[in-house]
């Protein structure tokens, strides 16, 4: 996060390189810290400990090398979504005309393909 400096109140604005990076993962979501933890976590596994602060830098930047950015972007692991998933809302159940008609084809089938009337008391 980077202080604004143009209005009176200094307020916390986000980094411009984490804004690009949560654009590019489509999670709006994350913060700069969270974003920041995932990704010196895929430099680590990926590059080891001690080049990690200047390709960190770099790929923020958007300078770093196109094969080395897709790599680091695909092996990052980013936490689950915060807020709930919305599922849709709908009946379980199978229509009951639909089973009540084969429960009566089945049965006319054991009786050989008649009718049988039934009483309704």
Not at 33 to 53: F, I, N, P, Q, W
Not at 89 to 110: C, D, F, I, K, N
Request: with cysteine; net charge positive; charged share 25%.
């Amino acid at each position: 996060m980077t202080r604004s400096t143009n209005s009176s109140t200094s307020r916390l604005t986000p980094a411009p390189g984490f804004e690009a990076l949560r654009r590019t993962v489509r999670r709006p979501d994350l913060d700069d810290a969270a974003l920041a933890l995932c990704l010196e976590a895929a430099l680590h596994d990926l590059c080891g400990a001690d080049a990690s602060e200047g390709i960190k830098r770099d790929i923020l930047r958007g300078s770093a090398r196109a094969d080395l950015s897709s790599r680091v972007l695909a092996s990052l692991c980013l936490p689950p979504p915060a807020s709930p998933l919305a599922m849709p809302v709908h009946t379980l159940e199978r229509p009951r005309g639909r089973m009540l008609a084969r429960l009566s084809a089945g049965v006319r089938r054991l009786r050989g393909g008649r009718r049988v009337p039934v009483r309704v008391e």
